[in-house]
């Protein structure tokens, strides 16, 4: 069994920032990509930020140059810095990791979610 544990939502104002966490623990023969995708309620889930073990990123172009992710691969920790935040920021934040179960076999696990609201 394997969990993802997020942290770091809150409420906001416009041009804050947040520092979102997801750590793995459970029955984890490695972690390879480690991610945070966003859901408002309405639309569909898009991807935010990902990033490889060995440290490539992806973002959305609506959060590059305003978030930054980054990994703790010790602690099977992944983050995702939020500065600039703007309203459509607002969502639930979900923590996704592809994790290594065994030497030849791996799945998809998904946190909670944790909300973020950007609001005056």
């Known amino acids: 069994q394997v969990q993802l544990v997020e942290s770091g939502g809150g409420l906001v104002q416009p041009g804050g920032s947040l520092r979102l966490s997801c750590a793995a623990s459970g029955s984890i023969f490695r972690v390879n990509d480690m991610g945070w995708y966003r859901q408002a309620p309405g639309k569909q889930r898009e991807l935010v930020a990902r990033?490889?073990?060995?440290?490539?990123?992806t973002y959305a172009d609506s959060v590059k140059d305003r978030f930054t992710i980054s990994r703790d691969n010790a602690r099977n920790t992944v983050y995702l810095q939020m500065n600039s935040l703007k309203p459509d920021d607002s969502a639930v934040y979900h923590c996704?990791?592809?994790?290594?179960?065994?030497?030849?076999?791996?799945?998809?696990?998904w946190g909670q979610g944790t909300q973020v609201t950007v609001s005056s």
């Open positions: 996704n990791a592809q994790v290594g179960i065994g030497a030849k076999s791996h799945r998809d696990y």
């Open positions: 990033t490889t073990s060995g440290g490539s990123t």
